[in-house]
């Protein structure tokens, strides 16, 4: 009860705060000819036989529903249980939906399949009932031959990415009684029962060439997303205090984003006070925050099937202490050496050696932090793309030092997620305070 009342609270001082992001509170989104575009160019990858994707099965309880994020990446269509299929031998899609009783479309809403305008809103070539899935592959198998272009390898989500997906499996399969295959799995199985004379090949590989490099559309969402995310950490910070507790902190960020177009949270947020900052994934966020305490952040928005990634670290009280100061300066030192050097060719290796040689010449210790290159940032928060490859125009990603020492409650990280432009890059997350002055000024004014 005390909780809940803490984040009513926030939520309501949080309504009278003025913003100042210079764009209307609604979402950004994509045109017809982006979800066009992506199919063309992936059927123009795969070059023959039919590309078969499905999305999400059902809503998640407690939660709103956010599509399977390589199905979404080429269609846009948000409604459940769909289908698509693609023939790159004439470039057509086309999209299968569940029909609906009166009583789904009294509970649910209405799918496509009864919007007579669906197929020109989708660029769909045609729409059909899902039952007639089968009966469409059989039809054409003649013509387009007797390949599957499908998802062999893991899906990622809103949080984790593809490799994490199959470490998740592995955690859970650990008890027997867990250890069913998974509903991307559970396809495969049924299309090989139904089609044995076709081959399968893993359509991923085309799809994570391109979803790692972001167009225009996709940036245009980012850039938006990093100043409502940025924005969501300011107000976190001015909802911090001695004597209150870290959900309402999560609280006030999340009145941001979601007032602001956000479908909600791009993963829990991470709001560690004290002992808490130095556990990595730490989502309980229920502690009540101290005098003294350190408290870290890590926070970023779910826009239009666009991830944010945020860390920022900060005095409960206000301002930094002396161990405090020294250890964030080391992070911070990181991050900017990190940012300074990143443009199109340059490698992790090639940013570590920077980092080390501004280090060394500022005459600081970074006590093991190398710097280097993030995870991706995309549909997922952890996103697809290949590792250890030189940067490329259009790449995002989050770059995130942080140092912990858990025997004196000490956790600090700082992470902005960066594009890479033509000629360097750009910190879509920079409008959030991280230089030990600005921080210290912002938390003054906290009433």
């Given amino acids: 009860m005390k909780r809940n009342l803490g984040i009513r609270l926030i939520m309501a001082v949080a309504l009278t705060v003025g913003l100042v992001l210079d764009a209307a509170a609604q979402r950004t989104g994509y045109t017809k000819e982006e979800f066009l575009r992506r199919r063309a160019v992936l059927m123009e990858k795969t070059g023959n036989g039919m590309i078969i ?123 027997h009684y867990n250890d069913q295959i998974s509903i991307d799995q559970h396809r495969i199985v049924k299309l090989k029962e139904r089609y044995p004379v076709f081959f399968f090949e893993d359509v991923v590989p085309h799809i994570d060439a391109m979803r790692v490099i972001k167009s225009a559309e996709e940036i245009a969402v980012l850039r938006r997303n990093g100043k409502i995310s940025a924005e969501a950490v300011k107000q976190a910070m001015l909802a911090s205090r001695p004597g209150g507790f870290e959900y309402e902190v999560e609280a006030a960020a999340m009145h941001v984003v979601l007032k602001h177009g956000a479908r909600g949270f791009a993963y829990p947020p991470i709001v560690g006070s004290g002992p808490n900052s130095c556990v990595w994934h730490y989502s309980k966020n229920e502690r009540r925050m101290e005098s003294g305490d350190i408290l870290l952040m890590d926070f970023g928005g779910d826009l239009d099937y666009m991830c944010m990634d945020i860390s920022r670290t900060w005095p409960v009280s206000g301002k930094f202490s002396d161990e405090q100061r020294e250890v964030y300066t080391i992070a911070l030192e990181v991050l900017k050496a990190c940012l300074e050097f990143y ?105």
């Fill in 343 to 447: 443009r199109p060719g340059v490698t992790t290796a090639d940013v570590q050696a920077h980092v080390a040689a501004v280090m060394k010449k500022k005459g600081i210790d970074p006590r093991g932090q190398r710097g280097g290159i993030g995870h991706y940032v995309g549909m997922s928060t952890h996103d697809v793309g290949p590792r250890g490859v030189p940067l490329q125009e259009g790449m995002v990603f989050a770059i995130e030092p942080g140092l912990y020492y858990p025997e004196i409650n000490l956790g600090v990280r700082i992470e902005d997620t960066v594009l890479i432009t033509k000629d360097g890059c750009e910190v879509l997350t920079k409008d959030v305070p991280k230089e030990i002055d600005e921080i210290e000024k912002l938390l003054a004014t906290r009433k």
């Fill in 53 to 175: 994707l499905f999305g999400g099965a059902a809503v998640p309880a407690g939660a709103h529903f956010r599509q399977d994020n390589d199905f979404y990446y080429y269609t846009g269509v948000d409604d459940t249980n769909a289908v698509v299929v693609m023939t790159p031998k004439n470039g057509r899609a086309f999209l299968f939906l569940p029909a609906q009783s009166p009583r789904e479309e009294m509970i649910d809403g209405t799918n496509l399949l009864k919007d007579s305008r669906g197929a020109e809103k989708t660029g769909m070539a045609e729409i059909h009932p899902l039952s007639y899935l089968d009966e469409f592959i059989a039809r054409n198998a003649g013509e387009h031959g007797t390949k599957f272009h499908v998802r062999l390898s893991p899906a990622d989500d809103v949080d984790s990415g593809r490799w994490e997906t199959g470490i998740f499996v592995g955690r859970k399969n650990r008890t």
